[in-house]
Each structure stands twice: as structure tokens, then as C-alpha cells.
């Protein structure tokens, strides 16, 4: 269980989506539920991610899918977020914020910056990565990280060098786009540039006043909502509030997202002081409680979270909230 760690829906749904787009893939093409990429925020498993890296290169047969896609992708296309990141004055406010703003994006990875005389060295590291994916997660991050140089350098800045995980029989793709030579088989993820660089204002691009660039209070409250890898209770509440975008949730299901059989996860919550039935139940009330308040009735909210009946439901509800659906209802107007 202590293994389990999330990225945030924005981190791959731009990819996810202008794969789907460029190649013509249906919505079940690439392991990752299309309900779970509506919110950005929304916190996926990296099981599940791992997954979904394996059915890029197998939808698409292109090994180089992520460089491809992802360099397409503009920083600002992260909504309120990248608001927020690129709000600094300069680009070595960005890569502090991004630096610590990192463990409420992914869980478990990390970006620090190093300095040998002149030259900077911008790592991401992110153990919970499978082996074979490695340089597919090496290669967004990578992207990522350059662009968000280029938005205070320029577009035509290119890094004094950079090194990736894994290997590619073919690089000519990777040097032409940072336009620098690659390192492959590193354990770790760098951009290097010279200290100069981080002084760097010209292209502030935003236009301020057009849109506010802190977060709202509800933004803010999502944002920081990433477990910690020792809070099990937490983490056994994401896995089944991620789990529902597959139907109602199951034992099996939510077990299997973690890499156990549903007997070794049942122990696991019994050992705790928990059974599935209850903490399913507290998931799914807070569910519809987020549902009913922005309008929604308790009969479709019913049906959204997979209930075969509204009375079911309606037992749930009134079990975790002491109150009726209808009644909650009421006490909202």
C-alpha cells in the first residue's frame, strides 16, 4: 500500500487527448477512463498511468508518440495551475514554484535544481515509474521542463544539453527538437542552462487582467489534496473514488489498482479497522453530496454512481449523512 502514489489528470490528459485526436482513437483506446481526464485535478494512480504509457506506443505503433504530441503543448494549456506557475517575474521564480508545487501535482516524484559554475541543472526523478516506461515519462517531463524555459527564454532557446532515461535506437527526432545533444540511460531527467537564463522576463506572455492568476478557494483545496504515501486511509479513498470512473466500485477493482488480490486487500483494510462496504459507501456519499449541490437531482446522481435502484442509494446516503437525499436537498435551498 505504501507504494502508491497519483499524478493529477492535467499532467497527461493534453497528451491523452491530442493522441486520441492525431491517430483517431475511441475513447477506450488508451487504459486511462475518459471521465477521469474531465477534471484536471482529478488524481489518477500511477498504475494506472503505467498502463496507459504501454498503450500509447501499442495505439500507435510510434515509439517517439510522447516527443510527437507533447511538444505541441503549450505551458498556459494547464488551466489555473500554470496561472499560478507562470505568474513569476522571472524564470527562476517559475522553477522554484514548480520545484515545490510538485508533490500536490505527482506524488512521489521530484524536481530540484543543482549548480556547477555557470550551469544549471533542472532534475526530475520519479521512482514509482515502471522500468519499460521510463523514457516515456522521461520524455514528458523533459518537454515539459523545456518549455517552460522557452516561455521566459524564447522559442528558439535551446538547452546546453539535456539527459534522459531509457534509449532510443534513433535520436534525430530528440536533437532536433531541444536542439542540443542527448544523454540516454540516465537515472534521472536534467535540463541544463546557463545561470543567466534564470534572470529571464521577456516573454511573459500572459495577459494580465484577463484572467485572475491565484486560484479560487475550491481550485486551491484541490490542488493540495494529494496523499501522503503513509496515510493509508487517504489513499485507499482515492483508489475508490478513481475506481467509480469504471462503474460501481468493487473489491477487485480497487485491489487491483494497487497490485494486490481482493483477499490481500480485504486483510489490509480489516488489519486498519476498516471493511470495503463502509469506506465504498463514505466515498460514494461525499460523491453525490459534490453532485447535489451544483443541481444535480438525487435520481440522476443515482444513476451516475451506478446504483441499480434510487432506494439503494437513498439507504447509503442516509446511512453516512444522516439525512435523506431530498432532505440535504432542502437544507442547500
Known amino acids: 500500500m505504501n507504494r502508491v502514489r497519483f499524478i493529477r489528470a492535467l499532467g497527461v490528459r493534453n497528451v491523452h487527448n491530442q493522441i486520441r485526436r492525431r491517430y483517431g482513437l475511441d475513447a477506450n483506446a488508451l487504459a ?53 506557475l507562470l505568474s513569476g517575474i522571472d ?3 517559475a522553477i522554484r514554484r514548480l520545484n515545490y508545487g510538485i508533490s500536490s501535482l505527482q506524488s512521489g516524484a521530484f524536481l530540484s535544481g543543482s ?23 522521461s520524455v514528458r517531463a523533459a518537454v515539459f521542463m523545456t518549455k517552460m524555459i522557452r516561455y521566459y527564454a524564447g ?30 540511460n540516465h537515472s534521472k531527467t536534467e535540463i541544463w542552462f546557463h545561470t543567466d537564463l534564470l534572470l529571464s522576463t521577456q516573454s511573459m506572455r500572459f495577459a494580465r487582467g484577463t484572467k485572475p492568476l491565484a486560484m479560487n478557494f475550491a481550485d486551491l483545496d484541490e490542488f493540495l489534496n494529494m496523499p501522503a504515501p503513509d ?62 449541490v451544483k443541481g444535480v437531482s438525487s435520481e440522476e446522481v443515482s444513476r451516475r454512481l451506478g446504483y441499480k435502484n434510487v432506494a439503494s442509494f437513498n439507504r447509503m446516503f442516509k446511512k453516512h449523512r444522516d439525512l435523506t437525499p431530498k432532505q440535504f436537498i432542502q437544507h442547500l435551498v
Open 231 to 292: 496515510d493509508e486511509i487517504k489513499v485507499i479513498y482515492e483508489l475508490i473514488n478513481y475506481s467509480c470512473h469504471y462503474g460501481f466500485p468493487t473489491v477487485e477493482k480497487v485491489a487491483s489498482l494497487i497490485g494486490l488480490s481482493a483477499q490481500q486487500f480485504q486483510r489490509r483494510l480489516h488489519a486498519i479497522g476498516m471493511n470495503f462496504t463502509n469506506v465504498m459507501g463514505y466515498v460514494m456519499s461525499n460523491i453525490a453530496v459534490e453532485l447535489m
Open 155 to 184: 522559442d528558439s532557446y535551446t538547452p546546453m544539453r539535456v539527459m534522459m532515461s531509457g534509449i532510443r535506437k534513433s535520436d534525430e527526432k530528440y536533437k532536433q527538437y531541444f536542439g542540443c545533444d542527448i544523454g540516454w
Open 91 to 93: 524564470l527562476a521564480s
Open 32 to 84: 486511462i477512463p475518459e471521465s477521469a481526464l474531465q477534471n484536471p485535478m482529478t488524481l489518477i494512480p500511477l498504475s494506472e498511468v503505467n498502463r496507459w504509457y504501454q498503450s500509447l506506443e501499442a495505439a500507435t505503433g510510434n515509439c517517439d508518440v510522447i516527443l510527437d504530441v507533447a511538444s505541441e503543448i503549450k505551458p498556459n494549456d494547464l488551466g489555473v495551475v500554470s496561472r499560478w
Open 115 to 137: 549548480q556547477s559554475g555557470h550551469i544549471v541543472k533542472w532534475e526530475y526523478y520519479n521512482p514509482f515509474i515502471d522500468p519499460q516506461n521510463k523514457v516515456h515519462d
